[in-house]
Nanobody, 122 residues
Framework: QMQLVESGGGLVQAGGSLRLSCAAS??????????MGWYRQAPGKQRELVAR???????NYADSVKGRFTISRDNSKKMVYLEMNNLKPDDTAVYFC??????????????WGQGTQVTVSS
């Protein structure tokens, strides 16, 4: 299993920006062949997929964040990023980094980070 550590969360006003980072441990090869993603979970709601990036850097986004969020990866540093712009109060949630052969569904995820809180005030 890969250990994942998120950072970059915080409190921001609506319309603001944040950049989340996820640092992965383990072998470089294992990271390179992994799909990576970001999920989020708001209070009282189910965990949902926000964005994912394949080993070949194909990306996919939830409709609610398209055009505002950008996922990227730096294999040399074993890092994944989520750039979040034009944040809305509905984006308030705990954001989790995810790793696996696929991260398209919760059941497919092999490793989770501990989560980082993002709070967007109106």
């Amino acid at each position: 299993q890969m250990q994942l550590v998120e950072s970059g969360g915080g409190l921001v006003q609506a319309g603001g920006s944040l950049r989340l980072s996820c640092a992965a441990s383990g072998s470089l090869l294992a990271f390179k062949i992994s799909a990576m993603g970001w999920y989020r979970q708001a209070p009282g709601k189910q965990r949902e997929l926000v964005a994912r990036i394949s080993r070949d850097t194909y990306t996919n986004y939830a409709d609610s964040v398209k055009g505002r969020f950008t996922i990227s990866r730096d294999n040399s540093k074993k890092m994944v990023y989520l750039e979040m712009n034009n944040l809305k109060p509905d984006d308030t949630a705990v954001y989790f980094c995810a790793q696996g052969i696929s991260v398209a569904t919760i059941d497919a995820v092999a490793s989770w980070g501990q989560g980082t809180q993002v709070t967007v005030s109106s």
